[in-house]
């Protein structure tokens, strides 16, 4: 069955770029669309973006202008980038796949990828 991975530094410096992988495995991921979502200490979870499995990216407007989501077809992988990170940005970040709609629901779901941002 699909799975889904993340997996990126836990530790980010303000004002960098904060960089996540999600490998995919047990499926392609141009057969459905993947999104990134995060969850804020002590808050509910934030949609951030997806990719859609035609290569179109929806990005929330809140975010839009920091993040980017990419994908390696070769290597089966979707990549985020979150730039001019603050401390306000660690969270946990789950990449979710979205097997017939863009926008959800989202089914198989990472583990989650801790980041901190911290100086």
């Known amino acids: 069955q699909v799975q889904l991975q993340e997996s990126g530094p836990g530790l980010v410096k303000p004002s960098q770029t904060l960089s996540l992988t999600c490998t995919v495995s047990?499926?392609?991921?141009?057969?459905?669309?993947y999104c990134w979502i995060r969850q804020l200490p002590g808050k509910g979870l934030e949609w951030m973006g997806v990719?859609?499995?035609?290569?179109?990216?929806y990005y929330s407007p809140s975010l839009e202008s920091r993040t980017t989501i990419s994908r390696d077809t070769s290597k089966n992988q979707i990549t985020l980038r979150l730039s001019s990170v603050t401390p306000e940005d660690t969270a946990v970040y789950y990449c979710?796949?979205?097997?017939?709609?863009?926008?959800?629901?989202?089914?198989?779901w990472g583990q989650g990828a801790q980041v901190s941002v911290s100086s």
């Open positions: 990719m859609s499995y035609s290569g179109n990216t």
């Open positions: 979710a796949r979205g097997p017939t709609q863009i926008f959800g629901p989202y089914d198989i």
């Open positions: 047990g499926g392609s991921i141009l057969a459905s669309n």
